[in-house]
């Protein structure tokens, strides 16, 4: 059923919200968390959508910004400082995706320039998302399959990492596995993986932190939180919540 809707939505231009028409990539960003004992699990979730509704982020400006299923951006929020990172991407055209925050993209021209020197090409898949972008997304989901369908696949307008210009998925230079779990593994993902706090970049939804995230592992979705934060939160295998020790943060 995913393959004909992403078909279907590829041929009528939704799809260009997107990085591309990958079914994974497609429905890669918000995947239904497992129960687990350390605290975000899926009754935790539950409860806190019946009692009470998301926290919005009073400083969304803030680079470590905490924007995830209980912390959401102000509703049409855009960031000011928006640039196109002089990066390629598998995609050719001009493109909002391409765009990120200036300290972002900078910091991301700087992490692709040190992965060639390395001998690993790495390519963008998709940055920046606007609010309009992922309501018209998320409203399509839920004409289709309802509320509580679209949820476990697809961000809430707002609580997308992508709306904060902060974030970008990426793949290897050959395009392969863009967004995709066989990304896994890869000089690409093990190159990011031991190098990108230097950058300031982190692995955003790391393995096996699904219940504290609220993601399956993403190796390609990186978020700029700047090198001091990234070194930290990567030397400990640990995550942004973890980082600054709480499920809810007023930002």
């Avoid at 990539?25 to 009692?51: C, D, M, R, V």
């Avoid at 919005?56 to 990172?85: C, F, G, H, M, R």
Wanted: with cysteine.
């Amino acid at each position: 059923m995913r393959k004909v809707l992403l078909s279907i939505l590829c041929m009528i231009g939704l799809a260009s919200l997107l990085s591309g028409c990958s079914v994974k990539h497609f429905f890669a960003e918000n995947q239904p968390i497992s129960p687990s004992k350390n605290g975000w699990t899926s009754q935790n979730l539950q409860k806190h959508q019946n009692e009470k509704s998301m926290e919005v982020v009073s400083n969304p400006t803030a680079i470590p910004v905490l924007v995830n299923k209980y912390n959401k951006l102000p509703d049409n929020y855009e960031p000011s400082d928006l640039v196109a990172p002089d990066i390629p991407f598998i995609f050719k055209e001009k493109a909002e995706k391409r765009k990120m925050r200036v300290k972002a993209a900078r910091a991301i021209e700087d992490l692709f320039a040190g992965a060639k020197q390395d001998g690993v090409s790495l390519l963008g898949v998709s940055a920046y998302r606007s609010h309009a972008a992922q309501t018209a997304l998320f409203n399509h989901y839920v004409s289709v399959d309802g509320v509580k369908a679209a949820m476990t696949y697809s961000a809430v307008p707002g609580t997308s990492e992508h709306e904060t210009g902060l974030a970008i998925d990426v793949t290897g230079g050959d395009g392969k596995c863009a967004a995709e779990d066989c990304f896994a593994g890869t000089a690409a993902a093990k190159w990011l993986e031991k190098h990108a706090a230097k950058y300031g970049y982190i692995i955003r939804y790391p393995k096996g932190k699904q219940d504290i995230t609220g993601y399956q592992y993403e190796p390609w979705h990186l978020r700029y939180v700047g090198k001091t934060i990234a070194k930290e939160i990567m030397s400990r295998k640990s995550t942004l919540e973890e980082y600054l020790q709480t499920i809810q943060v007023n930002n």
